[in-house]
């Protein structure tokens, strides 16, 4: 039997990974976590359903794109099984009038050495979205003795874990920022909630920001779970949505990290990157102005690249000024063609998880 999973960082030589599919995906309905997330100037406020089957296949043959890029280079890709997100939910606890997609997988999945763990969304719209994933969670159990397949304790999502009207319809840019200056944020403290894509893996060090769609309790539980790592609260005091690490505080090699330069590591939590010698670069300007219609996400999308070893980076192929920064500091770059993939939840980064890069577990900062 082979070792199939094993992933410490996000820099190590990529073997193995999942790149996700935009299959009947839909824009949900609003509820208590997700109308924080969409902007007041958004199309896409009000509004709920199918995603427009145009955008669907150019999302896929954006996605198709990429996993021939990867192929090529003979890294093994898995696709997740899209479900039918259009069906209405219920647990005990609460009812919604759809799921939402199986993109972007890094937001669903964990992978920390040979352990992949499903994750404790705080949109009620995601809780079922692991499903997508369970047949290769399988897979890679029947395959791999050493794999363990975790889902992280799963959250109720009753009305207490929201602040209600946590932000109404005249809140202004401003009021936002001093919102996540006081890591006010719409969840609760009553459970863990997380996305997997507010983590960053490094080696002993694992790095969590605490935002919109991860809470303090998710780090506490996290401490607990895993005591041998140590679990660092970073955030971004810059960022009006703070969602998601991977737009504002990207590694791409042991030493070196770039960070969105209007969503600023706060000096404190910089020290112990600057103790151990790391250098923190402010990204390259985004080449666009707007993300692209019907989409979640900034257009920081441009520094969500994916690394394939500490010398190799996939970066979108129209982010001509990311190119042209990772370029200069070392990097050999692949362009790819994701923009159409966007709305789906993500970019390059976004769109994957990782399933086994070479490596072991290192201590960065000792
Ligand atoms: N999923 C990453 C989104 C981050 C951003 O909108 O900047």
């Excluded at 043959?61 to 259009?86: A, F, H, M, S, Y």
């Excluded at 319809?169 to 936002?176: A, G, N, Q």
Aim: charged share 25%; aromatic share 10%.
């Amino acid at each position: 039997m082979a070792k199939i999973v094993n992933s410490w960082n996000d820099w190590d030589p990529l073997k193995r990974v999942i790149v996700g599919r935009c299959d009947n995906s839909m824009i949900p309905p609003e509820e208590p976590a997700t109308s924080e997330k969409v902007p007041v100037d958004s199309e896409m406020r009000g509004m709920w359903g199918l995603r427009p089957a145009k955008t669907v296949e150019r999302g896929n043959e954006c996605l198709d794109n990429l996993v021939k890029i990867l192929e090529d280079r003979g890294v093994v890709v898995d696709r997740p099984t899209p479900l039918q997100w259009n069906q209405a939910i219920g647990t005990p606890d609460f009812r919604n009038d759809s799921m939402m997609t199986c993109m972007p997988p890094r937001d669903i999945l964990l992978t920390v050495g040979n352990e992949i763990m499903a994750s404790a969304n705080s949109f009620r719209c995601r809780y079922f979205e692991y499903l997508a994933y369970w047949p290769l969670m399988k897979q890679y159990f029947d395959e791999d003795p050493d794999f363990l397949w975790t889902q992280a304790p799963r959250p109720r999502l009753t009305d207490a874990s929201y602040k209600h009207n946590y932000y109404d319809e005249k809140i202004t840019l401003e009021e936002r920022l001093v919102r996540t200056a006081n890591k006010d944020f719409v969840t609760t403290e009553v459970e863990p909630m997380w996305d997997a894509a507010d983590l960053m893996r490094m080696g002993k060090d694992i790095f969590i920001q605490h935002g919109l769609t991860t809470n303090r309790t998710a780090m506490d539980w996290f401490q607990r779970y895993y005591p041998e790592y140590r679990i660092h609260a970073v955030n971004f005091p810059g960022d009006p949505y703070p969602i998601h690490i991977d737009a504002t505080f990207v590694p791409l090699r042991p030493g070196l990290i770039i960070n969105n330069p209007h969503r600023k590591l706060p000096e404190e939590q910089r020290a112990i990157f600057e103790a151990n010698d790391w250098q923190i670069v402010e990204a390259a300007q985004p080449a666009h102005d707007e993300p692209p219609a019907l989409c979640y996400s900034s257009v920081w999308l441009s520094m969500n690249c994916l690394v394939l070893d500490p010398k190799t980076v996939i970066v979108e192929a129209s982010e001509v000024y990311q190119q042209e920064q990772m370029d200069k500091l070392g990097m050999n770059v692949i362009p790819c063609d994701l923009r159409d993939a966007y709305p789906f939840g993500g970019g390059l980064h976004c769109s994957t998880a990782d399933v086994y890069r070479e490596g072991e577990c290192l201590d960065y900062f000792p």
